[in-house]
Structure formats: structure tokens, C-alpha cells
């Protein structure tokens, strides 16, 4: 069975620094990874997806994620901090043949402070 | 181009009764899918549905139903509602072929209330 595990529920950094936003996944098969973020009250937006190509992913707002297997870990980075990326980050994974069928990580709440 | 589009957006329903959630994906997506939120449980998913058949299902009772039409359109529906089908419901669409045809868009959701 497939599942993701976001080792930080909360995450706090001041504007300007980098973030980081740790996933480890676990997977028979060759996983597709993703990052969604959710503002307040407001659906899921895809930030970026890992899908067998470039282990180093770019996604929207200057966030990236590298796929590393040996460590079975997306973890989710920027290099600067905004007040407009607090939101819940959901790290996901899917396995092929089910690409709808997503297995959602727990959140983390990134805080951005002034 | 619209997104997802989910009705209504929020909604309060007394226990034992039923609801129906609608759900319009994106023009072209063929695949629809639906998940629950919840504080205790995160997002869990319901179930898939491609050219009107149910494809893959979550781990939820059979109180929990869906449906496709011809148009891709889904509506899910909740029967004998308890307090803990409180959620935000979320549906999502994939156009399954082509460039890009895995990315899941999922809606705005719609936020459901059992007192």
C-alpha cells in the first residue's frame, strides 16, 4: 500500500527565508508525487508533480521538489518566503493504473511571519 | 477556462436525512473523483468515476454513492446522514489522455454541515 508522511505538522519562517517542507513516501511501485497547497477555505491547487522524468521538479510560485529514492523522500522547497504562501501543504501520492485514486499526507501548516 | 465547479457550496442538514452534491468538471475531463476532508480523518478518497462507471472506490459505506452522466458531470450523494459526514467535500477532474492528462484540478469543494 501506498502513503506519504509530512514529518512536520506546523512550520513557521519569517518572510524572506527559505522553506522547507519535509514528505516521505512509501510505495510498491514506481510512485507520481505531488505537492497541493490550500489556502483558508478554499480547494486544492497543484504546485507541482514528480512523474518519472527529472528527479528536481519546478512548480508554480518559485517552489520545487526533488524526488530522491534512495531516501524515499519530495521534500518541498523555496528559497524566500512570502506572506501570500502561508496556506496547508499537502504532500500526495498515487500509483500507476490509479492516478485518481490520490493518498494524501497529513498537511503542514506553514506560517509565514514578518 | 473554468475550473471544477461544485454546488452548493455550503450546506446544513439535519441527521438521518440525505444530500446531494453536484459537481462540474472541467470542459474535457473525462475522469471525476471525490474526496472528504475532515479534521480528524485529512482527505480521504471516495471514488472515481470515468465514462459513467465507477472505477475505484474508498473505504466508505455504502451509505456513500455516486454517480456520472453522459456530459462527465458527477453528482455524489450521502444517505442517512450522521454528525460525522460533517466534511468538506471536494471533487476533482483529469482529462486522462494526452499532455498533462494525469494532473488533478480539484473544485473549491463544497462545505457540508449535519446538526
Known amino acids: 500500500a501506498q502513503s506519504v508522511t509530512q514529518l512536520d505538522s506546523h512550520v513557521s519562517v519569517s518572510e524572506g527565508t527559505p522553506v522547507l517542507l519535509r514528505c516521505n513516501y512509501s510505495s510498491s511501485y514506481s510512485p507520481s508525487l505531488f505537492w497541493y497547497v490550500q489556502h483558508p477555505n478554499k480547494g486544492l491547487q497543484l504546485l507541482l508533480k514528480?512523474?518519472?522524468?527529472?528527479?528536481l521538479v519546478k512548480g508554480i510560485n518559485g517552489f520545487e521538489a526533488e524526488f530522491k529514492k534512495s531516501e524515499t523522500s519530495f521534500h518541498l522547497t523555496k528559497p524566500s518566503a512570502h506572506m501570500s504562501d502561508a496556506a496547508e501543504y499537502f504532500c500526495?501520492?498515487?500509483?500507476?493504473?490509479?492516478?485518481?485514486?490520490?493518498?494524501f499526507g497529513t498537511g503542514t501548516r506553514l506560517q509565514v511571519t514578518l | 477556462k473554468a475550473g471544477v465547479t461544485q454546488t452548493p457550496r455550503y450546506l446544513i442538514k439535519t441527521r438521518g436525512q440525505q444530500v446531494t452534491l453536484s459537481c462540474s468538471p472541467i470542459s474535457g475531463h473525462r475522469s471525476v473523483s471525490w474526496y472528504q476532508q475532515t479534521p480528524g480523518q485529512g482527505l480521504q478518497f471516495l471514488f472515481e468515476?470515468?465514462?459513467?462507471?465507477?472505477?475505484n472506490k474508498g473505504n466508505f459505506p455504502g451509505r456513500f454513492s455516486g454517480r456520472q452522466f453522459s456530459n462527465s458531470r458527477s453528482e455524489m450523494n450521502v444517505s442517512t446522514l450522521e454528525l460525522g459526514d460533517s466534511a468538506l467535500y471536494l471533487c476533482?477532474?483529469?482529462?486522462?489522455?494526452?499532455?498533462?492528462?494525469?494532473?488533478?484540478?480539484f473544485g473549491e469543494g463544497s462545505w457540508l454541515t449535519v446538526v
Open positions: 500526495v501520492v498515487s500509483e500507476p493504473g490509479t492516478a485518481s485514486k490520490l493518498t
Open positions: 476533482a477532474s483529469r482529462r486522462e489522455q494526452g499532455a498533462g492528462g494525469n494532473t488533478i484540478y
Open positions: 514528480y512523474t518519472s522524468a527529472a528527479t
Open positions: 468515476y470515468f465514462s459513467e462507471t465507477q472505477r
